[in-house]
């Protein structure tokens, strides 16, 4: 009907083996494919009743010969037609098992030139049709699973990479239907592909490229739609996890970067899942980011993919990835890795994870700080994560003491810089005598003008992170680099003549630069100019002199100099004479008129002795207070021997105690006690026996009483063994921990020790139980 056709040209389409038929519904009816497509809905309507006439001329080859007048419709150009020829074949697929047609369809479909060849050519042409042609292939298989994807498609796609690839692409709808999921596992296809999978990804085989990739997405996909499976069967995920760790370390840039990619996606579905194989995948990711530290594009794309991981995921720990990949990062930093700015922010991310530690924030910072010193071109981006650090971690004291050392390591960089500073004379300005110039100095070369430009920006950079950090407004910190900044533009000032327009512009956050300045200079002069009198007194004035201590670190506490100093008070505390009553107080000399007299005997003894005898007189200091060092170095040797003596006269007077009973001899030191010089026949062999018999004592060794040479041998003992004790702690902790779905965190304490069934089983394994251990001592 829908082709307008009388009956007897209906049948003259279906002769010659339907061939003219074909032709019109892969072709289409003059071009046009609507009334093939009506077609198809007439079949699909009443397919209940086609199905009923067939059984009934079942004998007479009825099914063959409908569906072979239906399958051109899968081999159409057009993608509707073949769509409703799917429809159509996977209800009657349905339909054929209510009238036990499914053997005679199954066989059909089997055939050469069949149903299954048409499905497979169907999919290589038109590829968004898969999902039809899948209900199609569960239909006419439907008890048939194990032939079907294991023997039958195996045949017809010889090429492992295509069988591979469509398995793939069917999976994902196969499992859509609980039936047809449950069937995958009872027929035992799902360990075929597994084992299937495993051999076509095996590294040593050398596969091409593509089979060994689709292998690795097979397993990776297997995994996640099927994980109960997987984990029931112990042996098929270590052989999965161990596939895909040696395909991370592939010569091959594709097999290694979709290996990679599978991982983080198998990663990122356990951490949903809570799946108790997510930290061993963690750990791989990670040990395979520190080995592709060299590799620039692995890296970044590693660390992009660890970066939308701690988004997505807030409690997994970063210390397990931070710690190894700094530790790499210090040792091959300049020589196999190079910061890129994707490195950066990726610290970043990691700077403002929940699950960063105090510890792992000082790691971080230490490297940050290095990268804001040493490299021009990152510093200012290095510069982004430390301050986040600093701010997040501000009441911590081990970040308050950390920032307050490299603010000073800063301070001290910048003003060597400035020491080495060119300074180029304005030539052009003077007036030339024929044509030359006045002055004979020295032009700064090329190559010094470049560096001397690499040092303005280095020091433009130590300005811009200690404003950075003034700004976070940490009062103690602010009140660490305080005195800091003072003294640091009291030392370029020395060698410039002029204050430090960074450092002035600093102070002015803080307070009034020039009272600091004042007060720091007047406090240096008083502090320098009473060392210089302590270094030159005489004998007569040494003791009384002595007896003085000016405590010069207490006096000089600038930071609390600055915290008592404000308005009018700072400036009175610049006059001379309130100043030196304020310093003669804290000497404890009583009032105003003693300090003077003390001050003008002070200038006396100064100018009469000369300057020679002065230095003699600091040369004779010099060489008391090394003797005084030397001395106190032996007398702590002298108290060292003397404990370790007294240590082996301990243990020879315990072991002479335990002969003198072995032989019967009493001990002389020990009154009331007399020898007993006969012993009752069996006596002795029964003490010796239970001597034997005796637990043996533990004595602990303290190392620091030891010999130098022993305490060596020792540590190269411990040294030699090192891997060894370390591959038995990792192989027995935890190996009996029964807990199920275990977090992140028992996991890492439980990695940390060792418990006493695990000890027992190592003792076990290595035959330590029965031969060199008793039943007694365990």
């Not at 099914?63 to 159409?76: E, I």
């Not at 060849?117 to 038109?126: E, K, Q, S, T």
């Not at 003034?470 to 533009?489: G, T």
């Not at 020792?714 to 591959?727: R, S």
């Amino acid at each position: 009907r829908p082709l307008d056709l009388k009956p007897k040209q209906a049948a003259g389409l279906l002769t010659n083996g339907n061939k003219y038929l074909a032709h019109v519904v892969i072709k289409g009816a003059k071009g046009s494919f609507g009334p093939i497509i009506s077609w198809y809905q007439d079949v699909l309507q009443n397919s209940k009743i086609l199905v009923e006439m067939v059984a009934l001329e079942e004998v007479n080859g009825s099914v063959p010969m409908v569906l072979n007048s239906l399958r051109p419709g899968l081999l159409s150009k057009d993608v509707e037609v073949v769509n409703w020829a799917a429809r159509v074949f996977t209800k009657l697929g349905y339909d054929f098992a209510e009238y036990d047609l499914s053997p005679a369809a199954w066989e059909w479909f089997n055939t050469e030139n069949g149903g299954l060849d048409a499905c497979v050519l169907c999919i290589g042409r038109h590829l968004d049709i898969k999902e039809s042609v899948v209900n199609v292939l569960v239909q006419f298989g439907r008890y048939n699973f194990m032939e079907l994807f294991s023997v039958q498609l195996r045949n017809l796609l010889p090429s492992p990479a295509e069988y591979v690839s469509m398995m793939s692409d069917f999976l994902h709808t196969l499992v859509e239907s609980k039936s047809t999921k449950d069937e995958l596992q009872l027929s035992g296809v799902l360990n075929f592909w597994i084992e299937f999978a495993l051999q076509q990804a095996n590294t040593e085989l050398r596969l091409p490229t593509d089979i060994r990739i689709s292998a690795v997405l097979l397993l990776c996909e297997i995994w996640q739609l099927f994980p109960q499976t997987i984990e029931e069967q112990a042996n098929v995920a270590n052989s999965i996890l161990t596939t895909l760790k040696r395909s991370c370390r592939d010569r091959s840039r594709p097999i290694r970067y979709a290996t990679l990619t599978q991982l983080f996606g198998l990663l990122d579905f356990f951490a949903q899942e809570r799946n108790a194989h997510a930290p061993i995948i963690y750990k791989t990711l990670t040990f395979s980011l520190v080995e592709n530290h060299d590799d620039i594009s692995v890296r970044e794309f590693m660390m992009n993919n660890f970066e939308a991981l701690f988004e997505n995921f807030t409690t997994i720990p970063v210390g397990i990835l931070l710690e190894p990949l700094l530790k790499q990062i210090n040792v091959s930093e300049g020589i196999t890795f190079f910061y890129q700015l994707f490195d950066f922010a990726f610290l970043r991310a990691v700077s403002r994870h929940p699950r960063l530690t105090l510890k792992n924030g000082i790691q971080l910072m230490d490297i940050l700080a290095k990268e804001i010193l040493n490299d021009l071109v990152y510093a200012k981006a290095a510069m982004t994560p430390f301050v986040a650090l600093v701010s997040r971690f501000a009441e911590k004291h081990a970040t308050q003491d950390f920032v307050e050392k490299f603010c000073k390591v800063s301070l001290n960089t910048m003003v060597s810089l400035e020491k080495r500073r060119k300074r180029n004379e304005p030539q052009d300005a003077l007036p030339r005598y024929n044509n030359r110039p006045v002055l004979k100095s020295k032009h700064i070369t090329p190559a010094e003008a470049e560096a001397e430009h690499d040092n303005k920006h280095r020091r433009g950079i130590i300005i811009e992170f200690l404003k950075t950090i003034i700004h976070l407004e940490i009062h103690h910190l602010n009140d660490q680099i305080k005195p800091m900044l003072v003294q640091s533009n009291f030392k370029i000032k020395q060698f410039t003549s002029k204050d430090h327009k960074g450092i002035i512009m600093l102070l002015a956050i803080l307070g009034d630069p020039a009272e600091m300045i004042l007060l720091y200079e007047q406090e240096f002069a008083e502090a320098q100019y009473e060392k210089e009198q302590k270094a030159i007194l005489p004998s007569e004035h040494g003791e009384s002199i002595r007896s003085v201590d000016l405590q010069r670190d207490d006096r000089f506490d600038f930071g609390a100099a600055y915290g008592s100093v404000n308005g009018s008070a700072a400036n009175d505390s610049l006059e001379s004479q309130d100043y030196r009553s304020a310093v003669s107080e804290k000497m404890g000399l009583g009032d105003h008129q003693k300090y003077l007299d003390y001050y003008q005997s002070i200038q006396k003894v100064q100018r009469k002795i000369p300057k020679a005898q002065l230095r003699a007189l600091q040369d004779i200091e010099r060489v008391k207070r090394k003797k005084e060092e030397r001395l106190e170095q032996e007398r702590m040797k002298k108290e060292l021997m003397h404990a370790r003596e007294e240590k082996t006269k301990r243990n020879l007077k315990v072991q002479l105690e335990k002969r003198k009973i072995e032989l019967g001899v009493a001990s002389k030191n020990k009154h009331n006690t007399s020898a007993n010089l006969v012993f009752n026949e069996g006596s002795t062999e029964a003490y010796k026996k239970k001597e034997r018999n005796k637990l043996p004592d533990v004595e602990l060794i303290d190392l620091d009483l030891e010999e130098i040479q022993d305490k060596e041998n020792v540590y190269l003992t411990l040294k030699k063994y090192h891997k060894i004790f370390k591959y038995l702690f990792t192989k027995y902790s935890n190996s009996l921990t029964t807990r199920r779905n275990p977090t992140f965190d028992a996991l890492g304490a439980n990695s940390m020790q060792i418990k006493l069934p695990e000890i027992l089983k190592m003792y076990k394994e290595h035959d330590m139980i029965p031969e060199m251990l008793r039943r007694e001592e365990l």
